[in-house]
């Protein structure tokens, strides 16, 4: 049974590593820190724009290895999976715990040095 | 409880679980403990598992997770129930994850992947489930920075330069260099796969992927959280160790006597076989080698457990900047036993050499 069940396991992280590539993410896909998101992340409710230190909290440790304020209304930070998991996770939390502040979250990575790309959620 | 009981910390028989696994999952419980991971359990938010972090009784998660981590993490260094508690643990890290977006990183999944699966250990079927989580991750690896068209033309370096603390370095690196260190990487991951795979090509692909990793800490300076002290932990169950065949012959008047007898005190799991002897410096006789002084040494240093876990005990707890020392003494170590298995090489082909240039003198 024990046996079995370790199978199963395995099996399951062996399919990630492949299903895993048919799209933008790579949970439990064995690609450890296999790349560098330099992102900017602001946040805004209504008309009033989030404090850094207030968005550093409505996302707690979501923002890989270094991420701090680095204006009073934005937070950077260097992200190492792919950028979708970045955006799974805002999304995640702007669909539950903040579905009623109608947030507006701009996030702007660059993926490996690549030229910036824009996300915008409208919540 | 003294050096020899049964539930001391540095033993590693006499459970439910080989050696080589029971010693992997002391380093890691070690680790995780003193690498303040306890306090890094999360409270549910943003679980993978929908719902899971709405239900009410999710506060006292973490307290629950918390208390199940120490609990087992110290049964298993003080082998009580230790394939249990390695399930525990193991299970604990996984859930964890699950309850938390946030808290999934590759060390902790590994780490509590290899924990949980050393608690379905099972005889009959060996170390085949750890040895394939490891060749998993290897393949896992491989496959991605392979697919991934940045790895290929050196892009990652390009962007890695940027962001870690040697940029000024990396923009002296001509462009054309970039593609070579990617393909470098790729080719060494997939040896290291492909070695783990292959019987005889066991213990060369775990000295690779040592140095490998070992490397990746001096350029970067970082463990990668638990990553370092797990995997290499791991790479215990494709090694036939400890070696048991062993005999340690050692001079007890000898200016080492000190060491050797703390080392003779250690070797609670009667690892060698130890004889003194009043003429011998101390010497390690194996199979078919025989290793003197400071070889002989590094040779029980290397089979001992305590000698792991010692080092796990004063790395784990270093702020993440002192980790290059910890790293610079394993390189320096792979160096002594590269140059080692190196000269045993060469011992037979110089002699040999040797012995023919005596003949065709004499001939002469």
């Known amino acids: 049974m024990g046996t079995a069940v370790g199978v199963g396991f395995l099996l399951f992280q062996l399919g990630a590593v492949f299903t895993q590539h048919l799209g933008p993410t790579r949970y439990f896909a064995w690609a450890p820190n296999d790349y560098v998101v330099r992102y900017r992340l602001t946040v805004r409710e209504g008309d009033r724009e989030l404090a850094a230190s207030e968005i550093l909290a409505r996302y707690r440790h979501l923002y890989g290895v270094s991420a701090g304020a680095t204006s009073s209304a934005s937070v950077e930070g260097v992200y190492e999976n792919p950028p979708q998991q970045l955006i799974d996770q805002i999304l995640q939390y702007e669909r539950t715990y903040g579905r009623k502040d109608h947030a507006v979250v701009t996030l702007t990575y660059r993926l490996d040095e690549r030229a910036p790309v824009d996300w915008v959620w409208h919540g | 409880m003294g050096l020899e009981s049964p539930h001391s910390p540095l033993r590693v028989t006499g459970t439910s679980l080989p050696p080589a696994v029971l010693l992997a999952v002391k380093v890691m419980a070690l680790a995780f403990l003193l690498h303040n991971q306890l306090q890094a359990l999360p409270a549910p938010f943003l679980s993978f598992v929908p719902g899971l972090d709405s239900l009410p009784a999710g506060g006292i998660l973490p307290m629950v997770l918390q208390a199940a981590c120490l609990g087992a993490g110290l049964c298993i260094l003080f082998n009580l129930w230790p394939r249990l508690s390695s399930l525990v643990l193991g299970t604990a890290i996984l859930i964890a994850i699950l309850s938390s977006r946030t808290y999934l990183e590759n060390n902790r999944f590994f780490t509590g992947s290899f924990l949980f699966l050393a608690g379905l250990y099972s005889d009959r079927f060996g170390l085949s489930l750890l040895r394939a989580q490891v060749i998993v991750l290897y393949f896992g690896a491989t496959l991605n920075k392979f697919l991934e068209p940045d790895w290929r033309s050196g892009q990652f370096f390009v962007a890695f330069g940027q962001v ?58 970082r463990t990668f959280g638990l990553f370092w002290f797990a995997l290499l932990a791991s790479f215990a169950v494709f090694l036939d160790w400890p070696v048991r065949s062993g005999e340690v012959v050692f001079n007890p008047a000898s200016a080492w006597r000190l060491a050797t007898a703390s080392l003779h005190r250690l070797d609670i799991d009667r690892i060698f076989q130890w004889t003194s002897s009043p003429v011998a410096t101390l010497t390690v006789l194996g199979k078919t080698t025989h290793r003197r002084g400071f070889a002989g040494l590094l040779t029980i240093l290397l089979n001992s457990p305590w000698a792991y876990l010692a080092f796990v005990a004063v790395v784990a707890p270093l702020p993440e900047h002192f980790a290059r020392l910890p790293a610079l003494l394993v390189l320096a170590v792979l160096g002594l036993l590269a140059a080692d298995a190196f000269l045993r090489r060469l011992r037979p082909l110089l002699v040999q050499r040797r012995t023919l240039v005596q003949v065709s003198g004499s001939r002469g």
């Open chain 2, 164 to 221: 870690s603390g040697y940029h000024s370095v990396y923009a002296m690196i001509p462009d054309s260099v970039f593609p070579i260190i990617g393909w470098s990487v790729i080719l060494t991951e997939a040896a290291i796969f492909g070695g783990l795979l292959i019987p005889a090509l066991r213990r060369p692909a775990v000295w690779l992927a040592v140095g490998y990793h070992t490397s990746l800490l001096m350029i970067s300076g």
